[in-house]
């Protein structure tokens, strides 16, 4: 039998059966949909953590005020609080051996006005440090200066987006703004290159740390970004900036220290954990598929046993009456899998229109692996029916006054 004459065939078995088939496509789609969206998803966030830490570059630390155990408890209900970071830590860390720049970090959003023009937008309080650390470059004037980290000089570097919207096309350098309360000369204009580790800088206002310290009226800090010369010095280092900490916090260990590494390592956990419901959900969908498959196959070699003795009485070998029972079942899990393929596709499509900056896609062997799954399971659960068609007798199948009916 050819392959456009088989093809046809099952198509023709198919469209008798169609509340069953509709039943296997779901099952299988199920199965395959599960594989690819989860897969797409995890993928994308991997990526979207390395793409971030990237940008910073291995050997960077960021330090985090608060003790973060690794189990990822909540903190104590006993009244303590985080002790904050401060200007005095930052100077600190930059005078230890092999650490090459610091920029401490305070982020807030105030409502920025120039003019007659006003709206709301993230501003960040840093030191010039924080440029070449987040690899940030400025497309017009030049980033903030290099000076003390508390001189509260009342100076601005703005992202190209908030430029356009308060300054249109005219001459920004110069020009004042206000933040809240204070006035700020915009000294230059961020390059635009989209989000970074989920800030959007071409929305953002940068400014002197200690200028935000007034502007938000607190003393402490966000974060403090930690950039050391060399990476082989990256573990010495991070221990020596807990010693240092330590000491200077009355010998109280109450910061948290991350490196890309350490992220990574943390976002695999849940990627395997990922990877485990993944298996639960498509191993579950494809035994319901293969026992649909197994059960549905099983009535039609019931309902077409006479169309089967008249086949191997015309002389068809038994190995193409069984070919007819196995190519029909591939053809529906072959067509439910790419049912589920462009659901999931379609998903994570919707899913990074939501979340632009996270690169939602599923690895081409998530793809070929799950519709080689779908076809394997109903190759696997229709070999039984199959074989037992294959092995009709002619005569026996003619007179079966049971055929056709169910």
Same mark, same amino acid.
């Given at each position: 039998?050819?392959?456009?004459?088989?093809?046809?065939?099952?198509?023709?078995?198919?469209?008798?059966?169609?509340?069953?088939?509709?039943?296997?496509?779901? &099952? *299988?789609?199920?199965?395959?949909?599960?594989?690819?969206?989860?897969?797409?998803?995890?993928?994308?966030?991997?990526?979207?953590?390395?793409?971030?830490?990237?940008?910073?570059?291995?050997?960077?630390?960021?330090?985090?005020?608060?003790? /973060?155990?690794?189990?990822?408890?909540?903190?104590?209900?006993?009244?303590?609080?985080?002790?904050?970071?401060? $200007?005095?830590?930052?100077?600190? *860390?930059?005078?230890?051996?092999?650490?090459?720049?610091?920029?401490?970090?305070?982020?807030?959003e105030v409502e920025i006005s120039a003019g007659a023009?006003?709206?709301?937008?993230?501003?960040?309080?840093? !030191?010039?440090?924080?440029?070449?650390? @987040? +690899?940030?470059?400025?497309? +017009?004037? @030049?980033?903030?200066?290099?000076?003390?980290?508390?001189?509260?000089?009342?100076?601005?570097?703005?992202?190209?987006?908030?430029?356009?919207?308060?300054?249109?096309?005219?001459r920004v350098l110069g020009q004042w703004l206000r933040?809240?309360?204070?006035?700020?000369?915009?000294?230059?204009?961020?390059?635009?290159?989209?989000?970074?580790?989920?800030?959007?800088?071409?929305?953002?206002? =940068?400014?002197? =740390?200690?200028?935000? +310290?007034?502007?938000?009226?607190?003393?402490?800090?966000?974060?403090?970004? =930690?950039?050391? @010369?060399?990476?082989?010095?990256?573990?010495?280092?991070?221990?020596?900036?807990?010693?240092?900490?330590?000491?200077?916090?009355?010998?109280?260990?109450?910061?948290?220290?991350?490196?890309?590494?350490?992220?990574?390592?943390?976002?695999?956990?849940?990627?395997?954990?990922?990877?485990?419901? =993944?298996?639960?959900?498509?191993? *579950?969908?494809?035994?319901?598929?293969?026992?649909?498959?197994?059960?549905?196959?099983?009535?039609?070699?019931?309902?077409?046993?006479?169309?089967?003795?008249? $086949? /191997?009485?015309?002389?068809?070998?038994?190995?193409?009456?069984? $070919?007819?029972?196995?190519?029909?079942?591939?053809?529906?899990?072959?067509?439910?899998?790419?049912?589920?393929?462009?659901?999931?596709?379609?998903?994570?499509?919707?899913?990074?229109?939501?979340?632009? !900056?996270?690169?939602?896609?599923?690895?081409?062997? &998530?793809?070929?692996?799950?519709?080689?799954?779908?076809?394997?399971?109903?190759?696997?659960?229709?070999?039984?029916?199959?074989? /037992?068609?294959?092995?009709?007798?002619?005569?026996?199948?003619?007179?079966? /006054?049971?055929?056709?009916?169910?």
């Open positions: 039998m050819r392959i456009l004459d088989l093809t046809e065939f099952n198509y023709r078995a198919i469209s008798r059966q169609r509340m069953r088939s509709t039943m296997l496509l779901i &099952a *299988i789609a199920i199965g395959v949909l599960a594989i690819n969206l989860l897969t797409g998803i995890g993928e994308g966030g991997k990526q979207f953590v390395l793409g971030e830490f990237d940008v910073l570059g291995k050997n960077v630390l960021i330090v985090i005020p608060g003790k /973060k155990e690794t189990t990822g408890g909540m903190p104590p209900l006993t009244g303590e609080t985080t002790r904050d970071l401060t $200007l005095g830590d930052a100077e600190a *860390i930059l005078r230890l051996p092999n650490v090459s720049a610091v920029a401490p970090l305070i982020p807030g023009l006003s709206r709301n937008a993230l501003t960040f309080g840093t !030191s010039a440090a924080f440029f070449s650390i @987040r +690899q940030l470059s400025v497309a +017009q004037g @030049r980033a903030l200066p290099q000076t003390a980290m508390d001189d509260a000089r009342p100076v601005c570097v703005i992202g190209s987006k908030l430029r356009r919207e308060l300054f249109g096309n005219g933040a809240g309360d204070r006035r700020f000369r915009v000294i230059g204009v961020i390059q635009d290159r989209g989000q970074s580790m989920g800030f959007d800088m071409s929305d953002a206002i =940068v400014i002197p =740390v200690a200028s935000a +310290q007034t502007l938000f009226n607190t003393e402490g800090l966000f974060r403090i970004f =930690v950039e050391v @010369r060399a990476l082989e010095t990256m573990d010495t280092s991070r221990q020596r900036i807990i010693d240092l900490l330590r000491e200077r916090h009355d010998g109280e260990e109450d910061v948290t220290l991350i490196t890309q590494d350490s992220l990574l390592s943390a976002f695999t956990d849940i990627l395997d954990t990922m990877t485990l419901a =993944v298996a639960g959900i498509a191993g *579950i969908s494809m035994l319901v598929a293969g026992i649909l498959i197994m059960n549905v196959t099983l009535i039609s070699v019931s309902q077409r046993t006479r169309e089967i003795g008249l $086949l /191997k009485a015309l002389g068809t070998p038994a190995r193409t009456v069984r $070919l007819i029972f196995l190519s029909e079942a591939a053809l529906i899990a072959l067509v439910g899998g790419l049912a589920g393929l462009a659901i999931s596709e379609l998903a994570l499509l919707g899913a990074h229109w939501v979340y632009p !900056s996270v690169p939602f896609a599923t690895p081409n062997w &998530a793809r070929a692996g799950s519709l080689l799954i779908a076809i394997a399971t109903a190759l696997l659960f229709a070999a039984l029916p199959a074989q /037992k068609a294959a092995k009709m007798a002619p005569v026996d199948a003619l007179l079966d /006054k049971k055929a056709g009916q169910g």
